[in-house]
T-cell receptor
Framework: EVVLTQSPGTLSLSPGERATLSCRAS??????LAWYQQKPGLAPRLLIY???NRATDIPARFSGSGSGTDFTLTIDSLEPEDFAVYYC??????????FGQGTKLEIK | EVKMVESGGGLVKPGGSLRLSCAAS????????MHWVRQAPGKGLEWVSSISTSSTYIYYTDSVKGRFTISRDDARNSLFLQMNSLRAEDTAVYYCARERVPGAGGWFDPRGQGTLVTVSS
């Protein structure tokens, strides 16, 4: 099973700043990684798939990069609505599909 | 508009059963693989089960194998999860999700509010 480890656990930033979130896989997963955003009480929303492709209607300030075992989600110029929990997920070696434990992005 | 409405959750005793349903609309249901993903209270996301188009391929996470059964009814645009022998650790909000685009594989696109399953005596 592929284990995904996200860092940091919590990231405290102010609106307008850049956020950099990391996800590390326990083995190579090529580019088979996605990022999700989840706000309290809501279903997760797909942001990025195949490591760097934005999903439908996702703003351009969200970008993904990486391949192999190390991946990054970058959010340029944070908006108030971006403060949420972010999860990475892999579909390289499945079943099972696995998720990281999440990074909470909070307002500083 | 793509919509998924989950239902069937509730409070059940350990060892009991529940059947979750997901009513989908706004897309061509029978062309999409479908999934169940759950989230225990205050915890992260966990993939539970997947079913391909025409129910050709079905997969489960190890912890639910032999206890949960996923199924679909394309005529009713509905996805189901029969949960038997429930355990406390199955307590979670259960989301149904379609794949991002037909045939695109395991990227999840959940659009519902989820349904809460609580297993407790």
């Amino acid at each position: 099973e592929v284990v995904l480890t996200q860092s940091p656990g919590t990231l405290s930033l102010s609106p307008g700043e850049r956020a950099t979130l990391s996800c590390r896989a326990s083995q190579s997963i090529a580019s088979y990684l996605a990022w999700y955003q989840q706000k309290p009480g809501l279903a997760p929303r797909l942001l990025i798939y195949d490591a760097s492709n934005r999903a439908t209607d996702i703003p351009a300030r969200f970008s993904g990069s990486g391949s192999g075992t190390d991946f990054t989600l970058t959010i340029d110029s944070l908006e108030p609505e971006d403060f949420a929990v972010y999860y990475c997920q892999q579909r390289s070696n499945w079943p099972p599909y696995t998720f990281g434990q999440g990074t909470k992005l909070e307002i500083k | 508009e793509v919509k998924m409405v989950e239902s069937g959750g509730g409070l059940v005793k350990p060892g009991g059963s529940l059947r979750l349903s997901c009513a989908a609309s706004g897309f061509t249901f029978n062309t999409y693989s479908m999934h169940w993903v759950r989230q225990a209270p205050g915890k992260g996301l966990e993939w539970v089960s997947s079913i391909s188009t025409s129910s050709t391929y079905i997969y489960y996470t190890d912890s639910v194998k032999g206890r949960f059964t996923i199924s679909r009814d394309d005529a009713r645009n509905s996805l189901f999860l029969q949960m038997n022998s429930l355990r406390a650790e199955d307590t979670a909000v259960y989301y149904c999700a379609r794949e991002r685009v037909p045939g695109a594989g395991g990227w999840f696109d959940p659009r519902g509010q989820g349904t809460l399953v609580t297993v407790s005596s």
